[in-house]
């Protein structure tokens, strides 16, 4: 039996890169997953698979996750949400005042309003299933810096709003551990993603990048790795020339941040 043989999954922006491996991991383990996505390609992203039900719903609207909260509890509760979904652009500090509002509502709506409305609905859920894991996938810029081109200076609100992350993961985590509920992030660096090949020309990543950037299912592998491990409020990095794992617990006031 899979390590989370009759739990329940959710995973949001799920219809292609890191999203897909996570619902596909989670299902290969055991899960029934719920995968859901603004794009309508997310129905035909897991064609054949039977223990994965996608949905087009958007995270950031609070009837798409009730509709998406409600699907999930009919298949026996829930256990685990994956908080995937999220969006990158370039927003300059000398942008206009009106481009910067709108790049706000863009980039928060999904990357911080979706997580908190996603979470929020599925805890009494998971509460009584007996408790299970809530994922919050950030990013390495939030971590101490490894190589040149952590946290470029155009992208203020994506940076921003993956740093908002860390108080919902350490808030969470230290409120719910009560209920046997863990709450993490996943804060990766360069991973072969729709997100990452859309920086460049026809979507092709340069061929030294291309050698060595992370694989999405590498990552999912983490984050199974991470849920067997049981632990709680912490960031967990992965870096591009590293060995991708789960470093030594840490102590309380460094979880976040070291």
């Keep these: 039996m899979g390590t989370l043989e009759n739990k329940v999954a959710i995973v949001s922006g799920a219809a ?9 991991r989670l299902a290969k383990e055991g899960a029934r997953v719920v995968a859901f996505d603004t794009q309508a390609a997310i129905n035909s992203a897991f064609n054949g698979n039977k ?5 087009i719903a958007d995270v950031s609207k609070r009837l798409d996750v009730e509709k998406v909260i409600a699907t999930a509890a009919s298949l026996g509760g829930i256990h685990v949400v994956v908080n995937n979904a999220g969006k990158w652009k370039k927003t300059p500090v000398t942008s ?13 709506d999904t990357n911080f309003k979706g997580v908190m409305l996603l979470s929020r609905a599925a805890v009494p859920h998971i509460i009584k299933s007996g408790g299970g ?6 990013t ?9 081109g952590t946290n470029p200076p155009d992208t203020d609100l994506y940076a921003a709003s993956k740093w908002a992350l860390n108080g919902f993961t350490d808030a969470w985590a230290k409120s719910l551990a009560k209920h046997n509920i863990r709450v993490n992030g996943m804060c990766m660096g360069a991973t072969d993603s729709p997100m990452l090949r859309g920086l460049f020309p026809d979507k092709q990543l340069p061929p030294d990048m291309a050698a060595t950037v992370m694989s ?15 632990r709680t409020g912490e960031n967990i990095g992965a870096w591009v ?4 794992g789960l470093p030594p617990r840490k102590a309380a006031h460094l979880r976040m941040t070291d």
């Design 16 to 24: 292609q890169g890191l999203g897909k491996s996570f619902a596909e």
């Design 241 to 244: 020339g590293h060995p991708i």
């Design 216 to 230: 999405p299912d590498a990552i999912a592998g983490q984050m199974i790795d991470l849920m067997r491990d049981g």
């Design 140 to 148: 390495y810029y939030v971590l101490p810096a490894r190589s040149d």
């Design 133 to 138: 894991d809530i994922i919050n996938i950030s």
């Design 51 to 55: 223990n994965i039900k996608p949905l």
């Design 96 to 108: 206009s005042w009106e481009q910067a509002v709108a790049d706000w509502d863009e980039i928060m």
